[in-house]
């Protein structure tokens, strides 16, 4: 079982930066396909980011030119890098699996002030 722990989010204004980490406990870690996922008040869960374990990204549209997924299997650690951050970029962020597995870490809160 996959442990995952997110850190780095905070509170920035809008077109701040904030990188965000995950650690994961599993050594098998580098042959998973990762996500990023938010959940904005009221709102689903909606998937940000993806990596594949050979290292390549797709975005949700709305963060595509904005937001970088990047991994160190060296470290089990997924990051995502989020520039020119937005109000609507306000939610709870949480790593996980690709596709996800039905456990979810705490996350990490980003709120994004105007």
């Known amino acids: 079982q996959v442990q995952l722990v997110e850190s780095g989010g905070g509170l920035v204004q809008v077109g701040g930066s904030l990188k965000l980490s995950c650690a994961a406990s599993?050594?098998?870690?580098?042959?998973?396909?990762m996500g990023w996922y938010r959940q904005a008040p009221g709102k689903q869960r909606q998937l940000v980011a993806t990596?594949?374990?050979?290292?390549?990204?797709k975005y949700a549209d709305s963060v595509k030119g904005r937001f970088t997924i990047s991994r160190d299997n060296a470290k089990n650690t997924l990051y995502l890098q989020m520039n020119s951050l937005k109000p609507e970029d306000t939610a709870v962020y949480y790593c996980?699996?690709?596709?996800?597995?039905?456990?979810w870490g705490q996350g990490t809160q980003v709120t994004v002030s105007s």
């Open positions: 599993a050594g098998m870690f580098r042959f998973y396909d």
């Open positions: 996980n699996k690709f596709p996800s597995l039905p456990s």
């Open positions: 990596i594949t374990g050979d290292l390549s990204t």
